[in-house]
């Protein structure tokens, strides 16, 4: 006899992304039913066109939301909320939302969520880890001089695997409802001393250089990235990089009830991948 089919799956929103992928393939191995969704999934998603939710949320009882490109982007608050209220009607109990440290526009994108009459679970993060690996870092990285507008102010980098743990723990454990959950490294450390591990590590010389946001901006004009990534860029790196996060917080331990993984330990992992090989 045939076991029945739960008729009930957690739905992944971004599950092609640094968080959603992870998420996904936990919830997976331990047994859950995943809908991972995005614009590229074969049940298509996209936040820009509304006519996708409803298959993404139909028989969902919870969910992971991560919001593309950023909260912080014009326009995201509303988007959102609308998912939100989308989501409640449709019969979702109990949503997790990936949120952004020191970003207004995101702490406005929680208050909509905590208002939505949803059971709810906020994951505030600081920069991953991952940026250094998975993003428009790589290639700098690589070439060996990384031109960014970014000084020496300390960033409590916060890994993308407790990021994952956070959210499966929201997702599928008691304990997490109507908690918000600040989520950072260890320790603060720079963008200089963050490219001096990686060259440690990777035994190449890998350098910052400091440029000009004009200039940076001119960079990307000049690249013919979109002006509405280029102005999301440059708010994340002279912004929120400011200082106003470098303090590091007990988000990982009061969600996980362990320390958070280290920057060095995710540079150890990710040179032996060999990613960032010249």
């Known amino acids: 006899m045939t076991a029945a089919i739960p008729v009930d799956p957690i739905l992944v929103i971004g599950a092609n992304g ?48 991560s919001f593309q490109p950023d909260l912080a982007v014009p326009g995201a608050l509303t988007i959102v909320s609308a998912f ?17 440290r020191g970003e207004p526009e995101a702490q406005d994108a929680e208050r909509a969520l905590q ?9 505030r993060c600081s920069w991953f880890n991952q940026n250094f690996s998975e993003s428009f870092l790589i290639e700098p990285i690589r070439a060996g001089v990384v031109a960014l507008p970014v000084g020496f102010t300390p960033e409590p980098f916060v890994d993308t695997d407790d990021v994952a743990d956070a959210a499966v723990a929201a997702l599928t454990q008691a304990g997490h409802s109507r908690q918000l959950y600040e989520l950072t490294g260890p320790r603060a450390i720079s963008f200089p001393e963050a490219l001096d591990r990686i060259a440690a590590a990777t035994r190449r010389d890998i350098r910052l250089l400091r ?33 106003r996060n470098e303090h590091t ?12 993984r280290d920057f060095t330990d995710y540079v150890r992992r990710t040179a032996a991948s060999g990613v960032w090989s010249a």
């Open 84 to 100: 939100f209220d989308d989501a409640v009607r449709a019969g979702a109990t109990r949503l997790v939302l990936l949120s952004g």
């Open 211 to 243: 440029v000009p946001a004009a200039d940076y901006r001119a960079e990307l004009a000049r690249q013919q990235v979109p002006d509405v990534e280029a102005d999301l860029v440059l708010y994340l790196l002279t912004t929120v990089l400011d200082g």
């Open 18 to 65: 640094k968080t959603g992928r992870k998420v996904a393939e936990r919830l997976l191995s331990q047994g859950h039913v995943v809908r991972g969704v995005s614009r590229s999934t074969e049940l298509r998603f996209d936040w820009n066109d509304r006519s996708t939710w409803d298959a993404a949320l139909r028989g969902a009882r919870s969910a992971y939301v």
């Open 249 to 260: 917080t007990d988000g990982v331990q009061r969600a996980l009830g362990r320390p958070p």
């Open 115 to 123: 208002q939505s009459g949803a059971d709810w679970t906020i994951l």
